[in-house]
């Protein structure tokens, strides 16, 4: 029977398709959009829409290679398929079609594996079993529901498996491990971990992995200038012949510094990890230039890559959104969500004068029923403003409250509604259920999370956790699509959290907070952010 | 001794040299280019196959820019993406001429990135002292939706006259109060026009990148002039 697959495709870096299979181009486009362009490629599989997309990265030749089936169907040789594909892109990269056909029949043949998968236990106990149907069921659902936390926690199947029969078997990248999800675990614990370089590990490797070799001096007394001098004149030797390639062994401890420089700049460690080891796979194998050191090579791509990260998906141009919106003679619609005392009503009190200032027709609506005072003090804020406060009351559903309130603009043909939200914890499943229902019930043009530039760590299971209760409690799936950082005037260069939360969510910073005053709304600069992370 | 001078002045030149060398290629600066641009899905890297290697292929979403060569003329196709758009300064910087490539078929869904795209290099050319011309490809006639290139034009030229109203209104943060605003395209109080407010000439090409003879794209490329009556 032939293979269960939609698509196989590879192509350059620069969009040229080198060869392909099937048909299912938008899925590859949405792909390299939402996963290689956001630096997410560091697991080797994501899920797209209905798909399931694996991926190699050849950099040595400069091509991608990506399979695409249902995500019904949980392949186990989809990795295989790729590595055997890859090395036959580098030798013959002209018979691609004659090498898939080879392949394609070689697993065709096979029955469904039953192998030893160097996996963690609970794969293992998948693959035992006859009953393999209820398994894949149990493992697709996982796969759309816990996404995330399976990437993190659990290596992928098809991924890890080892090639046996992969006439040249290509390096493998070294997996981070880490124990919890913050702490990484040691350079000697890695090597331990690290199966792909000793293929027979005897027993006996207790004494070499953790006793210092002869001469081998202890990690406190190791001058680490000396440790990079030593290395330099070779580098620069190889630098000068323009023969380098970057490996992952040298790549690795280069990329773990500039990690510690971001999270020193409050990126969070997760994040800063999973930046790291995607760009790393990128990295490896690549050539450098004439003149161009490791160090550099290294940094300039993780600059890019958090650049990419960094520059919206699209415009921010909320103030343009509204006139196109007024053209239609609909009131736009935006709801403020977030956190308890983020600042909420202060943005929404900002966004109002800037969009006011442009003379436009500005409602506000209090739709924080719970807090008691929120509504008070909203409407000295639209006193304040000169912008008409739509209210009522307190122990109101606020999704009844917005409509009334949007209803209302519409009839009065304002351009544009604020709904001001009452603060929650991501974890208040009642509190999140009634946000959800108020998206759902009012369809807002714009979703705003407001949180705080000072975040470190927490925020970002805050804004990921927010963004899922929200997805989980809403029939049509609508999430957060803009994010306001506030209080960005009292963090210095630590400007982590603009990666951190561009990164958890995809979407981009709309507004920034620099102030008390309603004047104090800007937009964010990546420049600003890219210079204050590297400089 | 009477030579000791010489020779410290030969070590001085020979070490001055090395370092000028070293600099010279680790900061290779970007030679001048005709520069391919346009929202994604405009067909910009069929165009570039089409122009550099004679070939026509499939393509997927840039993730990096293409160079090569159109007889002795670079071109770089510089990706669509939006977040890959950080890139775009630099490449304006170089190009001698530009191809920009609209969706015709498209245009509900590529009028507005278009405009802002073409927004933004038009704001950036307001100041230079010899702006590049500028050929706007209307891609993919051979579908029955594509628009009309006065109708592009017209839709373009709309979004623009917002963009000049919203692109500047929010502040960025390392924009200093005192510092200059950029360059305002167009004349205050008057709407926007390509025609008279445009700081370098744009020329409206119906094409099918697909299908149709390049010829006049390839002219441009070389000579920056189009062959053929543009409609405009």
Same mark, same amino acid.
């Given at each position: 029977?032939?293979?269960?697959?939609?698509?196989?495709?590879?192509?350059?870096?620069?969009?040229?398709?080198?060869?392909?299979?099937?048909?299912?181009?938008?899925?590859?486009?949405?792909?390299?959009?939402?996963?290689?362009?956001?630096?997410?490629?560091?697991?080797?599989?994501?899920?797209?829409?209905?798909?399931?997309?694996?991926?190699?990265?050849?950099?040595?030749?400069?091509?991608?290679?990506?399979?695409?089936?249902?995500?019904?169907?949980?392949?186990?040789?989809?990795?295989?398929?790729?590595?055997?594909?890859?090395?036959?892109?580098?030798?013959?990269?002209?018979?691609?079609?004659?090498?898939?056909?080879?392949?394609?029949?070689?697993?065709?043949?096979?029955?469904?594996?039953?192998?030893?998968?160097?996996?963690?236990?609970?794969?293992?106990?998948?693959?035992?079993?006859?009953?393999?149907?209820?398994?894949?069921?149990?493992?697709?659902?996982?796969?759309?529901?816990?996404?995330?936390?399976?990437?993190?926690?659990?290596?992928?199947?098809?991924?890890?498996?080892?090639?046996?029969?992969?006439?040249?078997?290509?390096?493998?990248?070294?997996?981070?491990?880490?124990?919890?999800?913050?702490?990484?675990?040691?350079?000697?614990?890695?090597?331990?971990?690290?199966?792909?370089?000793?293929?027979?590990?005897?027993?006996?490797?207790?004494?070499?992995?953790?006793?210092?070799?002869?001469?081998?001096?202890?990690?406190?007394?190791?001058?680490?200038?000396?440790?990079?001098?030593?290395?330099?004149?070779?580098? @620069?030797?190889?630098?000068?012949?323009?023969?380098?390639?970057?490996?992952?062994?040298?790549?690795?401890?280069?990329?773990?510094?500039?990690?510690?420089?971001?999270?020193?700049?409050?990126?969070?460690?997760?994040?800063?990890?999973?930046?790291?080891?995607?760009?790393?796979?990128?990295?490896?194998?690549?050539?450098?230039?004439?003149?161009?050191?490791?160090?550099?090579?290294?940094?300039?791509?993780?600059?890019?890559?958090?650049?990419?990260?960094?520059?919206?998906?699209?415009?921010?141009?909320?103030?343009?959104?509204?006139?196109?919106?007024?053209?239609?003679?609909?009131?736009?619609?935006?709801?403020?969500?977030?956190?308890?005392?983020?600042?909420?009503?202060?943005?929404?009190?900002?966004?109002?004068?800037?969009?006011?200032?442009?003379?436009?027709?500005?409602?506000?609506?209090?739709?924080?029923?719970?807090?008691?005072?929120?509504?008070?003090?909203?409407?000295?804020?639209?006193?304040?403003?000169?912008?008409?406060?739509?209210?009522?009351?307190?122990?109101?559903?606020?999704?009844?409250?917005?409509?009334?309130?949007?209803?209302?603009?519409?009839?009065?043909?304002?351009?544009?509604?604020?709904?001001?939200?009452?603060?929650?914890?991501?974890?208040?499943?009642?509190?999140?259920?009634?946000?959800?229902?108020?998206?759902?019930?009012?369809?807002?043009?714009?979703?705003?999370?407001?949180?705080?530039?000072?975040?470190?760590?927490?925020?970002?299971?805050?804004?990921?956790?927010?963004?899922?209760?929200?997805?989980?409690?809403?029939?049509?799936?609508?999430?957060?699509?803009?994010?306001?950082?506030?209080?960005?005037?009292?963090?210095?260069?630590?400007?982590?959290?603009?990666?951190?939360?561009?990164?958890?969510?995809?979407?981009?910073?709309?507004?920034?907070?620099?102030?008390?005053?309603?004047?104090?709304?800007?937009?964010?600069?990546?420049?600003?952010?890219?210079?204050?992370?590297?400089? | 001794?009477?030579?000791?001078?010489?020779?410290?002045?030969?070590?001085?030149?020979?070490?001055?040299?090395?370092?000028?060398?070293?600099?010279?290629?680790?900061?290779?600066?970007?030679?001048?280019?005709?520069?391919?641009?346009?929202?994604?899905?405009?067909?910009?890297?069929?165009?570039?196959?089409?122009?550099?290697?004679?070939?026509?292929?499939?393509?997927?979403?840039?993730?990096?820019?293409?160079?090569?060569?159109?007889?002795?003329?670079?071109?770089?196709?510089?990706?669509?993406?939006?977040?890959?758009?950080?890139?775009?300064?630099?490449?304006?910087?170089?190009?001698?001429?530009?191809?920009?490539?609209?969706?015709?078929?498209?245009?509900?869904?590529?009028?507005?990135?278009?405009?802002?795209? @073409?927004?933004?290099?038009?704001?950036?050319?307001?100041?230079?002292?010899?702006?590049?011309?500028?050929?706007?490809?209307?891609?993919?006639?051979?579908?029955?939706?594509?628009?009309?290139?006065?109708?592009?034009?017209?839709?373009?030229?709309?979004?623009?006259?917002?963009?000049?109203?919203?692109?500047?209104?929010?502040?960025?943060?390392?924009?200093?109060?005192?510092?200059?605003?950029?360059?305002?395209?167009?004349?205050?109080?008057?709407?926007?026009?390509?025609?008279?407010?445009?700081?370098?000439?744009?020329?409206?090409?119906?094409?099918?990148?697909?299908?149709?003879?390049?010829?006049?794209?390839?002219?441009?490329?070389?000579?920056?002039?189009?062959?053929?009556?543009?409609?405009?």
């Amino acid at each position: 029977m032939p293979l269960p697959v939609e698509q196989v495709v590879v192509f350059r870096k620069g969009g040229k398709v080198l060869w392909s299979r099937g048909k299912a181009k938008d899925v590859v486009n949405s792909w390299i959009g939402s996963v290689l362009l956001e630096e997410k490629g560091g697991d080797l599989r994501a899920t797209i829409e209905s798909y399931t997309v694996e991926w190699r990265l050849a950099n040595d030749v400069d091509s991608v290679l990506v399979l695409v089936y249902n995500k019904s169907m949980e392949l186990d040789f989809g990795g295989e398929l790729l590595e055997r594909l890859r090395s036959a892109v580098r030798k013959q990269p002209r018979e691609l079609d004659k090498s898939y056909d080879r392949i394609a029949s070689d697993l065709e043949a096979r029955p469904r594996r039953v192998a030893p998968a160097p996996a963690p236990a609970r794969r293992e106990e998948e693959e035992e079993g006859e009953g393999e149907e209820e398994d894949e069921e149990e493992a697709a659902a996982e796969v759309s529901v816990e996404e995330k936390l399976r990437r993190r926690g659990v290596g992928t199947k098809g991924g890890r498996r080892k090639k046996k029969e992969d006439e040249k078997p290509t390096k493998k990248q070294p997996k981070v491990w880490r124990d919890t999800i913050h702490k990484r675990t040691s350079a000697a614990q890695v090597a331990e971990l690290d199966y792909s370089k000793k293929e027979e590990a005897s027993d006996a490797s207790m004494a070499t992995t953790y006793l210092p070799a002869d001469g081998e001096r202890a990690a406190w007394e190791e001058d680490e200038e000396e440790k990079k001098s030593g290395s330099w004149l070779s580098s @620069l030797m190889e630098s000068a012949a323009g023969t380098a390639t970057l490996t992952a062994d040298r790549v690795e401890p280069i990329m773990a510094q500039l990690r510690e420089r971001l999270v020193a700049k409050n990126v969070a460690a997760e994040i800063a990890t999973e930046v790291c080891e995607s760009v790393a796979t990128t990295l490896a194998g690549k050539k450098l230039g004439r003149f161009e050191r490791a160090r550099g090579a290294v940094k300039d791509a993780l600059a890019a890559a958090v650049e990419r990260v960094l520059t919206p998906k699209r415009s921010t141009d909320v103030l343009r959104e509204v006139l196109a919106a007024k053209e239609r003679q609909k009131p736009y619609v935006i709801v403020f969500v977030g956190i308890n005392g983020v600042g909420k009503s202060t943005t929404l009190s900002k966004v109002a004068y800037y969009l006011k200032s442009h003379g436009l027709d500005v409602g506000i609506a209090a739709c924080d029923t719970f807090r008691s005072g929120a509504v008070e003090q909203l409407r000295s804020h639209a006193k304040c403003l000169g912008v008409d406060l739509f209210e009522r009351g307190y122990l109101k559903d606020p999704a009844q409250v917005a409509k009334a309130a949007i209803d209302d603009a519409a009839k009065k043909k304002r351009d544009c509604v604020l709904v001001d939200t009452a603060g929650r914890m991501q974890n208040n499943d009642k509190l999140m259920r009634e946000l959800a229902k108020l998206v759902t019930l009012n369809e807002p043009d714009l979703v705003l999370f407001v949180g705080e530039a000072l975040v470190g760590n927490d925020g970002i299971s805050q804004i990921t956790l927010f963004n899922r209760a929200l997805a989980n409690f809403s029939p049509t799936k609508r999430q957060i699509d803009g994010l306001v950082l506030t209080k960005f005037d009292c963090i210095d260069d630590k400007v982590g959290a603009a990666l951190s939360v561009t990164y958890a969510t995809g979407q981009p910073i709309v507004f920034i907070g620099v102030g008390q005053k309603y004047t104090h709304l800007k937009k964010l600069s990546v420049t600003q952010v890219l210079n204050a992370l590297f400089s | 001794m009477w030579w000791w001078g010489s020779l410290l002045l030969l070590l001085f030149v020979a070490v001055l040299v090395t370092a000028v060398a070293i600099f010279a290629l680790r900061t290779p600066r970007r030679p001048a280019a005709v520069v391919l641009i346009g929202p994604c899905g405009a067909g910009k890297t069929l165009l570039f196959y089409r122009l550099t290697e004679d070939e026509h292929c499939d393509t997927v979403s840039s993730m990096q820019s293409n160079q090569g060569q159109v007889g002795d003329v670079a071109l770089v196709d510089f990706p669509g993406h939006y977040r890959l758009r950080g890139g775009l300064k630099d490449e304006l910087d170089r190009a001698t001429k530009l191809v920009m490539l609209v969706d015709a078929a498209a245009m509900a869904a590529q009028a507005k990135p278009a405009a802002e795209l @073409l927004f933004q290099v038009l704001t950036a050319f307001q100041n230079a002292k010899r702006p590049p011309p500028v050929l706007l490809i209307c891609n993919k006639t051979d579908k029955a939706t594509a628009k009309t290139p006065q109708r592009v034009k017209l839709m373009l030229m709309n979004e623009i006259e917002t963009l000049r109203k919203t692109a500047h209104a929010l502040r960025s943060i390392d924009d200093d109060d005192d510092k200059q605003q950029p360059a305002q395209l167009g004349v205050e109080g008057r709407v926007f026009s390509f025609d008279q407010h445009s700081p370098c000439p744009i020329t409206f090409l119906p094409i099918s990148v697909k299908n149709d003879d390049l010829s006049p794209v390839r002219a441009f490329v070389q000579t920056g002039l189009v062959s053929t009556t543009p409609s405009s």
